[in-house]
């Protein structure tokens, strides 16, 4: 079992940005790929961003392209999404989960955390 806990979420003004962090616990932190995903009121869960076990390979949503950036401290069991520049469709309850692999999927991710809320204003 790897126990996700997700923190960093708040309120922030268009433009601006926040930082996500996920706390891992439990099984070797550093044997799982950790992606991030969101999820809007009334839309289905999406993929956001994803990173290899060693932090060497990253994927990230289209849209979120050169605004966010995932990496991870594999001495802390962390799991950080940067997010910068913020638009009011970034708007929703931000995932973090673990895997066996990198993927973007949702279905590919055995562990989540219960979710941190991130609220765009314009």
């Known amino acids: 079992q790897v126990q996700l806990v997700e923190s960093g979420g708040g309120l922030v003004q268009a433009g601006g940005s926040l930082r996500l962090s996920c706390a891992a616990s439990?099984?070797?932190?550093?044997?799982?790929?950790m992606g991030w995903f969101r999820q809007a009121p009334g839309k289905e869960r999406e993929f956001v961003a994803a990173?290899?076990?060693?932090?060497?390979?990253?994927y990230y949503l289209d849209s979120v392209k050169g605004r966010f950036s995932i990496s991870r401290d594999n001495t802390k069991n962390t799991v950080d999404l940067q997010m910068n520049n913020l638009q009011p469709e970034d708007t929703a309850v931000y995932y973090c989960?673990?895997?066996?692999?990198?993927?973007?999927?949702?279905?590919?991710?055995?562990?989540w955390g219960q979710g941190t809320q991130v609220t765009v204003s314009s």
């Open positions: 990173i290899s076990w060693g932090g060497g390979n990253t």
């Open positions: 989960a673990a895997g066996p692999r990198i993927a973007t999927s949702s279905f590919q991710y055995n562990y």
């Open positions: 439990g099984r070797t932190f550093s044997n799982y790929c």
